[in-house]
């Protein structure tokens, strides 16, 4: 497997496959990969000639006052994992490849990143759509391979790529959960034990939401209050947003007669955690 850290190296290798008639994947990430970021490759080497998974933690995303120095980063340790699910390549540039001096080019969805976490993270999606566009360029990607547990990434990215018309497909994919339930996310070490066992109550409370939506129960106030009371059994949990809207635009909901994403983000002490359902 190769490590390109320069875009022209990655160029060349994309457009070399692509002279062969070869379809390229492409698996955007921050690193520190878990068994979700591998089940993301394994689609993507199930699907495509060319798997690349890019391992960059993208500055342009993190606001001032978050977490883009203490980003957990370990490239040897993503090169083999991504090699053991059958990587050909990952990319891995420095900021100044990627943003050198006098760039001055970004994309901006708007509406999808005005609600849920654009609210207390105005910026990031600009950075994700930004960065996201530049890697399927660089990468000459086909397909590209997105989770579901980062539901509004997924629908932005969609609508970044119908709007521009981007020759790429985009393909989501389920949350992988440990077997607890909480859901994968390099952020998980940041954790205290404590703040751990507690983080279960988000899972915990999406799946009283999906017990009382398989009841009959259409009310979006009465799930969601539900949601906020098993949150709140867990003392360090600190509430940014639980919200129900439809999943198509990710407008709000009042009765649930559509297909819904129940979203919600959670502050665990410094660690921000997100997770969803769609019923
Ligand atoms: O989901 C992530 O890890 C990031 O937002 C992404 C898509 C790799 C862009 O930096």
Known sequence: ????????????FADEAHALGKKIGLVPTMGYLHDGHLSLIKKSVSENDVTVVSVFVNPTQFAPNEDFKTYPRDLNRDAALAESVGADAVFHPEPEEMYPDGYHTYISVEKLTEVLCGVSR????????TVVAKLFNIARADRAYFGQKDAQQLAVVRRMVADLNMNIEIVGCPIVRESDGLALSSRNVFLSPDERSQALVL????????????????????IRAEIERVIKTA??????????????????VETIDCKVLIALAVRFGKTRLIDNIIF
């Open 1 to 12: 497997m190769k490590i390109i850290t320069s875009v022209k190296e990655m160029n060349a």
């Open 122 to 129: 105005p910026t990031h999606f600009r950075g994700v759509t």
């Open 203 to 222: 899972y915990k409370s999406l799946c009283t939401a999906k017990g009382l939506l398989e009841g009959g129960e259409r009310s979006a106030a009465r």
């Open 235 to 252: 003392p360090l949990a600190d509430i940014d947003y639980i919200e129900i809207v439809r999943y198509d635009d990710l407008t709000a």
